[in-house]
T-cell receptor, first 111, second 113 residues
Framework: GQNIDQPTEMTATEGAIVQINCTYQ??????LFWYQQHAGEAPTFLSY????GLEEKGRFSSFLSRSKGYSYLLLKELQMKDSASYLC????????????FGTGTLLAVQP | DGGITQSPKYLFRKEGQNVTLSCEQNLNHDAMYWYRQDPGQGLRLIYYSQIVNDFQKGDIAEGYSVSREKKESFPLTVTSAQKNPTAFYLC????????????FGPGTRLLVL
């Protein structure tokens, strides 16, 4: 079957570090996307991991372990504007670019 | 500016009525997608198109129809057969091929009167 799991909600403090986990199970896996979505707005692309390991982009990093079906998004030096939902999405494989999305993790950054 | 536009931002549907949501992109992308987002659920794929004049059903296509007559445009019609249409509808586009990043429009919120 195809499935993605991520926590529903998380809370963190401004200036701190938070890690949002995602586990997935898909056939023909190609790679793992992370998107940020503020309430009522469009998801915006954060990162894409194809190979195992950590990809760093400024305050945001994303990790992938293909053998474990596991990814995480790491946010450093949290800011209030980072309060949003973070969506994990796995590429389903094959010739098409279909994705399966998790339900999203709503992150609340507190002062 | 390159991007994806959706209109309208809010749409109201009466019982038994068909409504059409617009999606236009000027990113020169071959592939386009329609998703539905409901509270507590992930984005679910309604229809997708990999190239002009071709489209495929996604996971929840019942009660919806699409067309792809132009590369830039991928309108979605919510028919009266869709019994629970209230949702946030998102259109996306990407280059063709697996692993290409999908870029999203601002969304249309559909409400039933």
């Amino acid at each position: 079957g195809q499935n993605i799991d991520q926590p529903t909600e998380m809370t963190a403090t401004e200036g701190a570090i938070v890690q949002i986990n995602c586990t997935y199970q898909t056939s023909g896996f190609n790679g793992l996307f992370w998107y940020q979505q503020h309430a009522g707005e469009a998801p915006t692309f954060l990162s894409y991991n194809v190979l195992d390991g950590l990809e760093e982009k400024g305050r945001f990093s994303s990790f992938l372990s293909r053998s474990k079906g596991y990814s995480y998004l790491l946010l450093k030096e949290l800011q209030m504007k980072d309060s949003a939902s973070y969506l994990c999405a796995a590429s389903r494989g094959g010739a098409t670019n279909k994705l399966i999305f998790g339900t999203g993790t709503l992150l609340a950054v507190q002062p | 500016d390159g991007g994806i536009t959706q209109s309208p931002k809010y749409l109201f549907r009466k019982e038994g009525q068909n409504v059409t949501l617009s999606c236009e992109q000027n990113l020169n992308h071959d592939a386009m997608y329609w998703y539905r987002q409901d509270p507590g659920q992930g984005l679910r794929l309604i229809y997708y198109s990999q190239i002009v004049n071709d489209f495929q059903k996604g996971d929840i296509a019942e009660g919806y129809s699409v067309s792809r007559e132009k590369k830039e445009s991928f309108p979605l019609t919510v028919t009266s057969a869709q019994k629970n249409p209230t949702a946030f509808y998102l259109c996306a586009s990407s280059a063709q091929g697996a692993g290409e990043t999908q870029y999203f429009g601002p969304g249309t919120r559909l409400l039933v009167l």
